[in-house]
Structure formats: structure tokens, C-alpha cells
């Protein structure tokens, strides 16, 4: 897209590189045509064929018995925790940094009535298992809550879109099983795992009864998510779907578009990955004392760069990255986000581009220096 912007005035030459999301992703022209001539019905009854098909192959490849399209990550998070958390005074347990208990506006307290224990999340997305075997509430009396449910995300979105790794999960889905509780994946990005790691989506998810993903992430479709299970898991999320008005019609048509996602989207995640530690690499080159990033942490699509806010403020540094001058070299708008105080947050997918990332990596250095040198003033 091209367009200027100087001064804060939109003009018409400059290329806009939006990376604050991959959620701003648009759907191809494959996943438009098979949304045109999608075949539909009624999903509430069962009956659209479509939606029936991307629940199968989703179901099988994420290896459990079934699964449920449903509008958003964060309603498949939400029903989720209704159906593992459907006892009266119950707590899940998850991460400090965890999307369900950052982004997702308290719904587990809010909707679901149930509170939540927090353990610390570590730098790479994981929690001390100790600290989680403490957080499990054994034999408890009248005057506790009931813990019922693990919550992990995977990727990590605060962590910088870090992969759990395998033999984590694997300690965790046991602890579970020891205590008769149960693990849920937030796992929006679970692909990105899947393609970073090298392993199937089925493995990755192998140690939680339950797993979701977002079909309208990095894999480009333009609604919905997966939440996948066991079948009798699948027939209480259904109900809970329903009295979230979730109950969809002719969702086939959306559907369409997530089954195109699932043929032609995994595999291409690796450009991505490369296109972020692209970035990181740019930014590392300049050997800045205001502006960090960790390159042997950077996985997949999603990267950090984390600023010294007493020499630059975030809000100061996105508008400076999208703001083009005239005596700016780079005529680029490069667009972030902030999610904590002192980085902002760079996300790649697949409408971005190789000259894209090359026109990105010359604006944020361009600006790095900028800072850099009034900095020695």
C-alpha cells in the first residue's frame, strides 16, 4: 500500500508496512473465490457441509476426536474454561503473562465465574513447575476454590512469540493427569510452533485434552478459530457456543476460507519467521545502546524490540516509525504496536513482503540512528 505521510498528512507515494498484527492480514484470492462458491447450511442444526469439513480435517490435525468453529480466539479460550471449569467456586491456573488473563478482558471472572491463580511466566513462555505443582489446590476445604483446569499459550505473545517446548508440555500434561485436572492450549499460533519446531500440529498439541487456534492470524483467513477436543468436550462447547451467540447460520462461507488456510498456509509460516529474524537482525547490526533485541530468541513471526524509555518514549518512537518527513532517506511508514512499557512489537505475515521487511529494516534503522545520535548531544 502506498500512500504519504508527512507531517502527520496522508500523501500518495510512500509505502505503508503495517506490522502490528498478523490479525490485520487479508484473505487470498483463493480463500475469496472459495468463500464465493462455498456450499452452506445451517450450522446450528448441523447441517452446513462446509463448516462439518474444516471440524474434521482441523480435528485430525491437531490428533483429538473432534472439534468447533467459532468466531475468535478468545471465544474459544472463554468456551473452553465453561466447560473444564463447570463446578461452582472453581480456579484455573495460568501464566501472569498469559493471553487469557492479559487480552481477553477478564472473561474467565467476567462471564465464566472463575477465578484465576497466577504463576510467574518465565522469558520463554513457560512457568516454573514447582511453582505450579504449589498453585494446585489439593483435597481443598469448604473455605477454597476448586482447581480444575491448566491454561498454557503457544505461542507466547507477550514472550515475543516463544515456542513451548515439547518436553515442558509433556511435564505438565502429567502433572495434570496426577491431580485429575485438565491443560488447555491457548494456541492461536500453534502452527507457527508446529513449523518452528519441525513437528506435525498433532504433536505439539499431544499433552492437552484441549487446544484452539486462530484461523485469522498468520494463516490469513479473515474470521474465526478452532477449538478442538474430545467429543464429549465438543458437545458441552457447542451449548456454550450457543448462549455466547455464537450460534452461526451459514457458516460455510467463512469456512471456506479456514480450509484453504489449512492447504496452503502452514507451510509458507517459515517466511515469516524468517522475515522477523530479518528484522531482529537489522536492528542488532546497529549495535544500539537505546534499542535491544535478543536474535537467539527470536522464533517465529513475532519480534520485540526493546527500547531505553528514558531516552525515547514508545509512543514517541511509533509515531516517529510511521511518520515519513521530507528529509526522511526511507519513505516508508512502518506501523507497531505496544504491549509492555519498554519494547514495541513487530509482526510478520504473509502479505508482507520481501522488499516489505528490506524497506522496514532501512526505516527502523534510519530512526535507530536518528535516536542514537541525540543521544551523544
Excluded at 83 to 94: A, F, K, P, T
Amino acid at each position: 500500500m502506498y500512500e504519504k505521510i508527512i507531517n502527520g498528512d496522508v500523501h500518495g507515494d510512500v509505502r505503508i508496512v503495517d506490522l502490528r498484527s498478523d490479525t490485520i492480514s487479508k484473505p487470498t484470492q483463493q480463500m475469496r473465490e472459495a468463500m464465493y462458491n462455498a456450499v452452506v447450511g445451517d450450522d446450528v442444526y448441523g447441517e452446513d457441509p462446509t463448516v462439518a469439513e474444516l471440524e474434521r480435517r482441523s480435528a485430525e490435525l491437531l490428533g483429538k476426536e473432534d472439534a468447533l468453529f467459532v468466531v475468535s480466539g478468545t471465544m474459544a479460550n472463554l468456551i473452553a474454561i465453561m466447560v473444564h471449569c463447570d463446578q461452582r467456586g472453581s480456579e484455573l491456573i495460568s501464566g501472569d503473562n498469559g493471553h487469557t488473563f492479559r487480552f481477553e478482558q477478564g472473561g474467565s471472572a467476567q462471564i465464566a465465574g472463575v477465578q484465576t491463580a497466577l504463576v510467574k511466566n518465565l522469558d520463554d513462555g513457560t512457568f516454573n513447575l514447582d511453582e505450579l505443582r504449589q498453585r494446585i489446590r489439593k483435597n481443598p476445604d469448604m473455605h477454597e476454590p476448586v482447581t480444575s483446569l491448566i491454561v498454557v499459550e503457544n505461542t507466547h505473545n507477550l514472550c515475543g512469540g516463544k515456542v513451548l517446548p515439547l518436553e515442558w508440555l509433556e511435564k505438565v500434561g502429567h502433572i495434570a493427569r496426577e491431580n485429575d485436572i485438565v491443560v488447555h492450549m491457548d494456541g492461536a499460533r500453534i502452527m507457527n510452533a508446529a513449523v518452528y519446531l519441525q513437528v506435525s500440529p498433532k504433536r505439539v498439541a499431544r499433552d492437552v485434552d484441549t487446544v484452539c487456534f486462530c484461523l485469522s492470524k498468520g494463516l490469513g483467513a479473515p474470521v474465526g478459530a478452532i477449538l478442538s477436543g474430545s467429543k464429549s468436550f465438543i458437545v458441552k462447547a457447542k451449548r456454550m457456543r450457543k448462549v455466547l451467540g455464537g450460534g452461526w447460520r451459514q457458516a460455510g462461507i467463512l469456512a471456506a476460507a479456514g480450509l484453504v488456510a489449512l492447504d496452503t498456509m502452514i507451510d509458507r509460516l517459515h517466511k515469516d519467521h524468517e522475515h522477523a529474524y530479518r528484522i531482529a537482525k537489522a536492528i542488532y547490526s546497529t549495535k544500539s545502546s537505546i534499542f535491544k533485541v535478543d536474535l537467539a530468541t527470536v522464533q517465529t513471526n513475532i519480534l520485540l524490540m526493546y527500547v531505553d524509555c528514558s531516552k525515547v518514549g514508545i509512543k514517541e518512537l511509533q509515531r516517529r516509525l510511521q511518520t515519513v518527513l521530507e528529509t526522511d532517506s526511507v519513505k516508508a511508514s512502518v506501523r507497531c504496536t505496544s504491549l509492555k512499557y519498554n519494547c514495541v512489537r513487530f509482526v510478520l505475515y504473509w502479505e508482507i513482503s520481501a522488499e516489505d521487511v528490506q524497506l522496514a529494516c532501512d526505516k527502523i534503522q534510519m530512526v535507530i540512528r536518528e535516536y542514537d545520535e541525540k543521544s551523544k548531544i
